[in-house]
T-cell receptor, first 110, second 116 residues
Framework: QKEVEQNSGPLSVPEGAIASLNCTYS??????FFWYRQYSGKSPELIMS????GDKEDGRFTAQLNKASQYVSLLIRDSQPSDSATYLC??????????FGSGTKLNVKP | DTGVSQDPRHKITKRGQNVTFRCDPI?????LYWYRQTLGQGPEFLTY????????KSRLLSDRFSAERPKGSFSTLEIQRTEQGDSAMYLC??????????????FGPGTRLTVT
């Protein structure tokens, strides 16, 4: 079992819709959770971090964390074609273990 | 330029040769990480430094791989006797981890290695 699981997609949404990206992790002592965006041929770009249960909003992005269910999600409101990219979920635990999922490819159709 | 930089951006080498990559982190960042990424996969952790101390190495990191961060500034990653399976994007990231759990990592552009 991988430490971080993501649906590879592609997830297709129309422009202006809400895109919902999901991630599950295997270790209950995981402490920090991150979402990165990666455009094709580029390096990952940090979007958001979340450390405690609940929601965290930043502009059009909302991260949701549920530690009991070992689940973290990213909502993108008013999706734009420029949001089309691969979204990577990352989890750290024990302060020195770092795991990325394989990413979910998002396509936003104009 | 305040971002993470990596050099070279591309490297083509023949199997069996040694290669060395350099990473310059964001200047005030105390943590530096190395990852490897292949097509369709997320970054795979290799090792990380806090200041000049190498605190963790992945079990996937064979003896052919070595990393250094002298003086806690830039870092180098060396791969000896390269194999075709080493072909990948090598990513460097840095963070300012004032609290251990707050580990927002910022990535450099990567070094793409092709082993022929």
């Amino acid at each position: 079992q991988k430490e971080v699981e993501q649906n590879s997609g592609p997830l297709s949404v129309p422009e202006g819709a809400i895109a919902s990206l999901n991630c599950t992790y295997s270790d209950r002592v995981s402490q920090s959770f991150f979402w990165y965006r990666q455009y094709s041929g580029k390096s990952p770009e940090l979007i958001m971090s979340i450390y405690s249960n609940g929601d965290k909003e930043d502009g059009r992005f909302t991260a949701q964390l549920n530690k009991a269910s070992q689940y973290v999600s990213l909502l993108i409101r008013d999706s734009q074609p420029s949001d089309s990219a691969t979204y990577l979920c990352a989890v750290t635990y024990n302060f020195n273990k770092f795991y990325f999922g394989s990413g979910t490819k998002l396509n936003v159709k104009p | 330029d305040t971002g993470v930089s990596q050099d070279p951006r591309h490297k083509i080498t023949k199997r069996g040769q040694n290669v060395t990559f350099r990473c310059d982190p964001i200047s005030e960042h105390n943590r530096l990480y190395w990852y490897r990424q292949t097509l369709g996969q997320g970054p795979e952790f290799l090792t990380y430094f806090q200041n000049e101390a190498q605190l963790e190495k992945s079990r996937l990191l064979s003896d052919r791989f070595s990393a250094e961060r002298p003086k806690g500034s830039f870092s180098t990653l060396e791969i000896q006797r390269t194999e075709q399976g080493d072909s990948a994007m090598y990513l460097c990231a840095s963070s300012l981890a004032e609290a251990a759990a707050q580990d927002e990592q910022y990535f450099g552009p990567g070094t793409r290695l092709t082993v022929t």
